[in-house]
């Protein structure tokens, strides 16, 4: 008794990559709008702003507090007066965490 591979349905690849691809922006996006929500805890930073650092790679309240004002306004184009404050909010929110 033989089984014929054509006789089960299955997903094609094109469709497997579809799926593939819209897991990976769901976890993107998920990320994302973790990296967000924990960079707006700091005062002066909205959606737009957090997302102008995470494209500068900053993901984290803790990342920001590791960073270099002068660094990210080159990267951002934010003033580094600006940035400077959001670093040490950041650090006053990681002492605070502790």
């Known amino acids: 008794m033989g089984y014929s591979f054509s006789s089960y349905s299955t997903k094609g690849i094109s469709d497997l990559d ?4 819209e897991l990976l922006r769901d976890t993107k996006d998920y990320r994302e ?16 702003r957090a997302k102008d650092l995470i494209f500068a ?7 920001l507090s ?7 306004s080159r990267k ?5 007066k600006t940035i ?15």
Not at 37 to 44: A, K, N, P, Q, V
Not at 66 to 72: A, D, I, N, T
Not at 76 to 80: E, R
């Open 18 to 21: 579809k799926d593939s691809e």
């Open 33 to 48: 709008s973790s990296a967000v929500s924990d960079l707006i805890e700091i005062d002066g930073i909205g959606k737009k």
């Open 57 to 63: 790679g900053v993901k984290t309240v803790s990342d």
């Open 66 to 72: 590791k960073r270099s004002p002068k660094h990210l």
């Open 76 to 80: 951002t184009g934010i003033p580094i």
């Open 84 to 98: 400077s404050k959001w670093i040490i909010n950041a650090n006053e929110i990681i002492k605070n965490r502790q």
